[in-house]
């Protein structure tokens, strides 16, 4: 094969790897949300369908995110957060670099690990930004917030970079920053997407705004899972949930907020000024959103946090992965066809008339780990964590999710 060809190849898998991320991301004030506590959001689209969990102390300061499961030394950050309260998250940009032929080097994980590791605030990351050379190789929107309150996103091309405040109400009215797969500082038109996911998660954070049910549990549950369309204003959940078990009810699924490529989500609970950084959480639904679980952890706790989101040899993925993209299976059972296996899904194996939907089995438990993780927070806010009580409820939990993928799915973990 002539050295032409391999370039030619390589650039081609390079342009895959970024067409197919589609990612859905959101910068909250504290002002806004129902407990005074800031929020970061990324649904991550990417062909890496393999997640975990890993904790490090291999920086200034110690740190955990999500990490793709083929990574073995965690190399490349996809979201997460530090001792200090820092946190960030990422989404790829297409319409912010039009024109400029300076080849991307794709390095956005690796540069939030290195955020996570040296910054304490929103003003360190922006030094980090600030340093970058020029051209940068970069084309994304990275979203930050700090234990002081900072919510910030920034849309970063290979010139530099725009600022946006979420508690700015001149630039956020709302208190909310979303954005897809294009920045509003580029161009617009078909060389950017997203538009459709970002009229629909504006919409439900509109609603949740206006009526004072905004936090980490409303994202997850209605926007990471959602499956409202705001162009055919349509809502799956409620049109096809009267229709019997065990009868497959295939619909079109495009540009709602999950997607088939939707590998894992996770929120950041920030703190209020006066509580304790380690009290900051990362809610991460590891896994295809729509067949996993939302599961807490800090800092505080280090690597002792849950077995189910770590790494497991045996199973080559992290086993609440590993058992939400086995349902994933049931909600796209078709297996020929370029685009049917992509474009379809089988309603009835989420939510039907019997309640025994993959999502109906799944949230019971899911709301009883947000209503113990809030008590312990509620409980933690004044004085800070007692590491024990954490170490007790990873246990708990952990248990809890693998007696519901056995009990309620026969998938052993």
């Not at 002539?2 to 589609?22: D, E, G, P």
């Not at 965690?74 to 297409?94: D, R």
């Not at 309640?355 to 927070?377: H, V």
């Amino acid at each position: 094969m002539n050295s032409r060809l391999i370039v030619i190849i390589a650039l081609a898998v390079f342009a895959f790897s970024l067409s197919t991320s589609a990612c859905t991301v959101a910068v909250v004030s504290g002002k806004y949300t129902k407990d005074g506590r800031s929020l970061l959001w990324k649904n991550r689209d990417t062909w890496a369908i393999q997640n975990k969990i890993m904790y490090f102390n291999d920086g200034k300061y110690e740190y955990m995110g999500l990490v793709n499961s083929g990574d073995s030394k965690g190399k490349s950050v996809w979201m997460g957060q530090n001792e200090m309260g820092f946190a960030i998250m990422n989404s790829a940009s297409y319409n912010l670099n039009i024109g400029d032929t300076t080849r991307l080097n794709g390095q956005e994980g690796r540069i939030m690990k290195e955020a996570l590791a040296t910054c304490a605030t929103v003003e360190d990351f922006e030094k980090l930004l600030d340093a970058f050379p020029r051209p940068t190789r970069l084309e994304a929107n990275f979203g930050v917030i700090d234990a002081n309150g900072g919510a910030v996103l920034y849309e970063l091309n290979n010139k530099g970079y725009v600022k946006f405040d979420a508690n700015n109400p001149k630039v956020a009215p709302f208190g909310y920053i979303i954005r897809t797969n294009y920045s509003m500082t580029g161009s617009f038109g078909e060389e950017s997407s997203g538009y459709i996911r970002y009229n629909t998660t504006n919409n439900l954070f509109y609603d949740a705004m206006a009526t004072n049910s905004f936090d980490a549990q409303f994202i997850l549950q209605d926007v990471t899972r959602g499956l409202k369309h705001s162009l055919t204003d349509v809502d799956l959940y409620q049109d096809y949930s009267d229709i019997p078990e065990n009868t497959a009810t295939f619909v079109f699924f495009h540009d709602f907020v999950p997607r088939k490529s939707s590998a894992s989500a996770c929120v950041i609970q920030g703190v209020k000024k006066d509580e304790d950084p380690n009290l900051t959480t990362l809610w991460s639904i590891v896994g295809f959103p729509l067949t996993s679980i939302a599961i807490p952890t800090w800092i505080e706790g280090k690597n002792d946090f849950p077995e189910v989101l770590k790494f497991n040899e045996e199973l080559d993925d992290s086993p609440v992965c590993y058992a939400a993209l086995m349902l994933k299976e049931e909600v796209f059972p078709i297996r020929w066809g370029k685009f049917a296996s992509k474009y379809y899904i089988n309603v009835n194996a989420l939510i039907n008339a019997d309640n025994t939907g993959i999502r109906q089995k799944i949230m019971p438990y899911e709301d009883d780990i947000f209503k113990s993780a809030n008590q312990l927070l509620n409980n933690s806010s004044k004085g800070g964590f007692n590491k024990s009580d954490i170490i007790n409820f990873y246990e708990q939990v952990n248990s809890s999710v693998v007696e519901m993928y056995s009990k309620e799915f026969e998938i052993e973990l």
